[in-house]
C-alpha cells in the first residue's frame, strides 16, 4: 500500500510559478512511477509528467513541455512538479498517483495509487 499526499497548490497570476510536492508512504517507494494528473472542471482526468524512480527517466507532457519540469527524491520519498510560465488554462486539480513497475502509463485506469489532489488556480 502506497498512501500519497499533495501540497503546494495555491492561486497565481497568469506568468507565476508553483511548485507541487507529493509525499509517499512505503518503504519500496523508488520501485514505483509516480506521475501528476490534473482535472480540470467539466474534463477529463488528464496525464500531466511521470517519474520513474530507478531509472530517472521523466516524461512530460506536450500540452506542458518547456514550462513544467518534475523531480523525485527517493531518499524523502517525494516527487516535486515545478511549474512556472502558468496560463490560465492550467487551472485544476493536480493529482499525484503511483503505480508499481517502471512504466510511465498515461491512462489514470493504470494507476493503483491517487492523492486527495490540490488545487491550482491562475489568474488572468
Known amino acids: 500500500q502506497v498512501q500519497l499526499v499533495e501540497s503546494g497548490g495555491g492561486v497565481v497570476q497568469a506568468g507565476g510559478s508553483l511548485r507541487l510536492s507529493c509525499v509517499a508512504s512505503?518503504?519500496?517507494?523508488?520501485?514505483?512511477?509516480v506521475s501528476w494528473f490534473r482535472q480540470a472542471p467539466g474534463k477529463e482526468r488528464e496525464f500531466v509528467a511521470g517519474?520513474?524512480?530507478?531509472?530517472?527517466?521523466?516524461i512530460v507532457d506536450d500540452s506542458v513541455k518547456g514550462r513544467f519540469t518534475g523531480s523525485r527524491d527517493n531518499a524523502k520519498n517525494t516527487v516535486y512538479l515545478q511549474m512556472n510560465s502558468l496560463k490560465p488554462e492550467d487551472t485544476a486539480v493536480y493529482y499525484c498517483?503511483?503505480?508499481?513497475?517502471?512504466?510511465?502509463?498515461?491512462?489514470?485506469?493504470?494507476?493503483?495509487?491517487w492523492g486527495q489532489g490540490t488545487q491550482v488556480t491562475v489568474s488572468s
Open positions: 498517483t503511483a503505480r508499481m513497475g517502471g512504466v510511465i502509463a498515461s491512462r489514470t485506469t493504470e494507476y493503483a495509487y
Open positions: 512505503g518503504r519500496t517507494f523508488s520501485t514505483y512511477t
Open positions: 517519474f520513474n524512480g530507478i531509472t530517472g527517466r521523466t
